[in-house]
C-alpha cells in the first residue's frame, strides 16, 4: 500500500462532507492505494460474467467501443435502445432498427446482449401511452366527448355502417364478425385495399360540429392480416381536405391517432385505405377535441378543499385551520418555493413535538373502513426534517410515519382506513427546527389515483404493456436471453411502490408514464408474466437503484419480490444498479448484498459507476488522490461482491459506459470521471482497482 501523509487541516478540508466514509480511514492518513497495475483483461481474471453498457451515439462515433468491450467483456446492455421510447413511435408502431444495429456490431464482436428493459416508468413513449389513456375515457377522470356517431361500428345492417359511408371500394368494406378480428363489441370494418391509391378504398364518417382553428385528434384501433401496408386519414370539409402521413399497420391492434387543425364548421373524417393489396381490420373510432374542458359530474367534489392553497386573506387559507404554531403558519409567494400556482404554505417547526405546528383541513366526508391516500407536495430549506401526516376523527387520531423532507419538491403519501363518517387531515410539522414549504394537496380514496386496477383505461394499458413485451422478447429471442423485466419499482425514502404520487417528474416530460396508476401494484406481476410467456426460457430481473444507501428500500424490494413470487411470477435474479460516489457508505454495501443474497436468487450489479465528484463541484479536476479513493470503492464493491454473495449466486458485474466521456452522467454538463477508462480509452486506476478484486 501507498500511504501518504499530509497535516491534519488537509485531512479536515478534503473529507468535509464525505461522512459515511470518515471511519473508513486512519486520521491524517490519505490511503490512495496502489493502483498502477492494469496489465490484463477483465472478463479472463472474473468469474463470473463481466458486461459494459454502450449507447447509440458512442457506439456510431467511436468504432474503437466494442474492440475494447470485446477484450474486457462477456456481453453488453444497450442503454437506451431497447426501452419503450426508443422502439415505440407516437402512433405504436414498433422500430427496432438501432437496436438491431447495435445488437448485430454485438455479435459480431463476439458478445452476448443482456436485454434493457421492458417495463419502467422513464424513458417510455408517454405521447402514445396518455393518448391509449385518453381514448379510453381515463385520462384522469377527464371523459373526451366523442364527436363520432356509431364510432365503434355496432349499428348497422349486414355490411353497411349507420353514419359512415363508403365513397369508393364500397364492395371492399364489409363488416367483420370473427372475435379474432373485432377489438370491442361484435363488429368491426374490414377493409380490403386494391393497391392503387389510397382513396381507391375510401369510408367516411357523417360531418360533425367542428370550430375552425380547433386543434382535434382523431385515433382509432387497426391491425392487418400481414405486415406491410399502410393507411392514412383525411378530412372531408367544405374549404379542402387535409391529410395525414402514412400509418404503416402491423399484425397486433394497435392505436393510429391524427392531431390536426380544422378548417371549417363541419368536418369528416375518411379512412384512406387503397393504396396496399391489404385486408385491415378497424374498431373503435374516436374524433374529439383534446384541450376541452371536462364536463362537472354530480356528485364529483374535490377535497381537500383549496387543496393548492390559493384562496385566502393575508397568512389563512380557506379551508383550512391552524390548531397549534399559528404564527408560524404563513403563506409564501416567492415563485421557488411555490411549486404551482401563485401560493403555498410556509411553516416552521419548533423543534419539540411534531404537534406543535400543526395545519388542519376543514372535516371531510370519508366512509368508514374505506381506505384513503393524502398527499402533498414538500420541500424544506435545508436536508434533515421530518413531519408526519395525522387524523382528526371523533373515533379518535390516527398516525403516519415519520416523513424526511429534502430539499427537492417530492409528493409525499399516506394511505390509511378511515374511521369515522367525517375527518380533518393534519400536517404535524413541530419535531424539527426547520422551514418547510407545502402545495398542491390532495385527499382521494385509495385507487382512485395513482393505482386504479379497473375500468377501460386499465384495460389499454394492460393491452400496451402485453403488446410490447411480448413483440420486443420475441423480436430478440434469438440473441437476448436475459432481460431487466421491471426497473425501479420502489419509490425513494419509504413511500413503497413507485407511482406518480411519490415521485417528482419534470411537468413538460413526454417520457414518463406509470404503468402501476393504472395497473396496480400487480403492473410488475404482470410484466414478468408477459416476459416469461415470450421467452420461458430468458432468465428475468427486477432491478432498482440506491439500495446500498437506503436500508428501506432494500426491505421493501425484497419483500415486493416476494410478494410477486408468491403470486406466481418467475423472477430469476435481483440487480443492484449501483451509481454510487467515493463516498459512499461500505457498510451500506455490504448490508445489501447480504440482504439481496439471503433471498436465493441471482444478484447482479447491473450498472455500476463511481462518482469522483459526488457533490457536483463547478470546475472541478480530479488529483491522483481522488482517482485513487475511486479505484478503492471500485475494489471494494467487487470484493464484497464475491464477499457476500455466494458464487452460484453471482451473475456478474455491468459497468454503465465504457469511458468518462460516454458516461450518462455528463450528459447535463456536470463534471464528472466515473468510469474504468479515459476519454481515450485508456485504462484508469479505476480499472486497476476491479483488476486487483477480480485476482484476490
Known amino acids: 500500500m501507498k500511504n501518504i501523509k499530509y497535516i491534519p487541516i488537509i485531512m479536515v478540508s478534503l473529507f468535509t462532507g464525505f461522512t459515511s466514509c470518515t471511519d473508513d480511514y486512519e486520521v491524517n492518513v490519505l490511503d490512495t492505494g496502489d493502483y498502477d497495475e492494469t496489465e490484463g483483461q477483465l472478463q479472463e481474471t472474473a468469474e463470473f460474467p463481466v458486461g459494459f453498457a454502450i449507447n447509440y451515439s458512442s457506439f456510431a462515433n467511436n468504432p474503437e467501443i466494442l474492440e475494447v468491450v470485446s477484450q474486457e467483456a462477456d456481453n453488453v446492455t444497450l442503454e437506451y435502445n431497447m426501452k419503450h421510447g426508443a422502439i415505440v413511435d407516437n402512433n405504436g408502431n414498433f422500430n427496432f432498427s438501432r437496436a438491431d444495429e447495435m445488437v448485430a456490431a454485438a455479435k459480431n464482436a463476439g458478445l452476448n446482449i443482456f436485454g434493457h428493459t421492458l417495463g419502467w416508468h422513464s424513458n ?32 348497422g345492417e349486414g355490411d353497411e355502417f349507420t353514419n359512415w359511408g363508403k365513397y369508393n371500394g364500397g364492395s371492399l368494406l364489409v363488416a367483420a364478425t370473427e372475435p379474432d378480428n373485432v377489438r370491442t363489441g361484435d363488429r368491426a370494418l374490414q377493409a380490403t385495399g386494391e393497391g392503387q391509391d389510397a382513396w381507391r378504398t375510401q369510408f367516411v364518417s357523417d360531418a360533425v360540429a367542428t370550430t375552425d382553428g380547433t386543434t382535434y385528434t382523431f385515433s382509432i384501433w387497426a391491425k392487418a392480416e400481414s405486415s406491410g401496408g399502410n393507411i392514412r386519414f383525411s378530412t372531408t370539409s367544405s374549404v379542402g381536405a387535409q391529410y395525414s402521413g402514412d400509418y404503416e399497420v402491423g399484425t397486433d391492434w394497435s392505436l393510429l391517432s391524427w392531431t390536426f387543425t380544422a378548417n371549417s364548421a363541419e368536418t369528416g373524417i375518411a379512412l384512406d385505405l387503397g393504396a396496399s393489396a391489404m385486408t385491415y381490420y378497424l374498431d373503435d373510432a374516436q374524433f374529439y377535441d383534446p384541450n376541452a374542458e371536462p364536463e362537472e359530474t354530480e356528485g364529483s367534489d374535490t377535497y381537500p378543499v383549496n387543496g393548492g392553497l390559493e384562496e385566502g386573506e393575508g397568512d389563512e387559507f380557506t379551508g383550512w385551520g391552524k390548531y397549534n404554531g399559528a404564527s408560524l403558519l404563513v403563506q409564501t409567494t416567492d415563485p421557488e418555493n411555490v411549486r404551482s400556482g401563485d401560493r403555498a404554505l410556509q411553516a416552521t417547526g419548533e423543534g419539540q413535538n411534531a404537534y406543535s405546528t400543526q395545519f388542519v383541513s376543514d372535516p371531510i366526508p370519508t366512509t368508514v373502513g374505506e381506505e384513503y391516500t393524502m398527499s402533498a407536495w414538500i420541500k424544506a430549506e435545508s436536508s434533515g ?75 389499454v394499458v394492460d393491452e400496451a404493456l402485453k403488446n410490447f413485451i411480448t413483440e420486443t422478447v420475441n423480436h430478440f429471442e434469438d440473441d437476448v436471453n436475459a432481460w431487466d423485466v421491471v426497473n425501479e419499482p420502489m419509490a425513494d425514502g419509504g413511500s413503497g411502490l413507485r407511482t406518480s404520487l411519490n415521485t417528482t417528474v419534470n411537468s413538460e416530460a413526454t417520457d414518463v408514464f406509470f404503468w402501476s396508476d393504472h395497473l396496480g401494484r400487480d403492473w410488475a406481476l404482470k410484466a414478468f408474466q408477459y416476459a416469461e410467456e415470450a421467452d420461458p426460457e430468458a432468465d428475468l430481473f427486477i432491478n432498482d437503484y440506491n439500495l446500498e444507501s437506503n436500508p428501506a428500500k432494500v426491505d421493501s424490494l425484497v419483500a415486493y419480490v416476494q410478494e410477486l413470487r408468491e403470486k406466481g411470477a418467475k423472477i430469476d435474479g435481483i440487480g443492484t444498479q449501483m451509481h454510487i460516489g467515493i463516498n459512499t457508505s461500505q457498510s451500506g454495501i455490504d448490508d445489501m448484498f447480504q440482504k439481496l443474497a439471503a433471498t436465493g436468487l441471482q444478484i447482479k450489479v447491473s450498472e455500476l459507476d463511481v462518482k469522483i465528484n459526488p457533490f457536483e463541484k463547478q470546475g472541478f479536476t480530479p488529483t491522483p488522490q481522488l482517482y485513487g479513493y475511486q479505484a478503492a470503492m471500485y475494489e471494494y464493491v467487487i470484493n464484497s461482491y464475491q464477499r457476500n454473495v455466494p458464487a452460484e449466486q453471482q451473475y456478474g458485474v455491468t459497468f454503465w459506459g465504457v469511458s468518462d466521456k460516454d458516461s450518462w452522467l455528463i450528459s447535463d454538463g456536470r463534471a464528472e470521471f466515473p468510469l474504468l477508462f479515459d476519454e481515450n480509452y485508456e485504462k484508469k486506476a479505476a480499472y486497476s482497482g476491479v483488476l486487483q478484486a477480480l485476482s484476490e
Open 385 to 459: 426534517g421530518n413531519i408526519r401526516y395525522s387524523t382528526n376523527a371523533a373515533a379518535g387520531a390516527q398516525y403516519s410515519g415519520d416523513f424526511e423532507i429534502g430539499t427537492e419538491w417530492t409528493r409525499y403519501t399516506w394511505t390509511f382506513p378511515a374511521n369515522d363518517s367525517s375527518t380533518r387531515i393534519v400536517f404535524d410539522m413541530g419535531a424539527s427546527s426547520m422551514t418547510y414549504y407545502v402545495d398542491d394537496i390532495m385527499f382521494v380514496e385509495a385507487g382512485s389515483e395513482g393505482g386504479s386496477e379497473g375500468g377501460d383505461a386499465a384495460q
Open 124 to 155: 417510455q413513449n408517454a405521447i402514445y401511452l396518455n393518448s391509449l389513456v385518453e381514448q379510453s375515457g381515463g385520462g384522469g377522470g377527464n371523459n373526451i366527448d366523442n364527436l363520432l356517431l356509431n364510432p365503434g361500428f355496432e349499428e
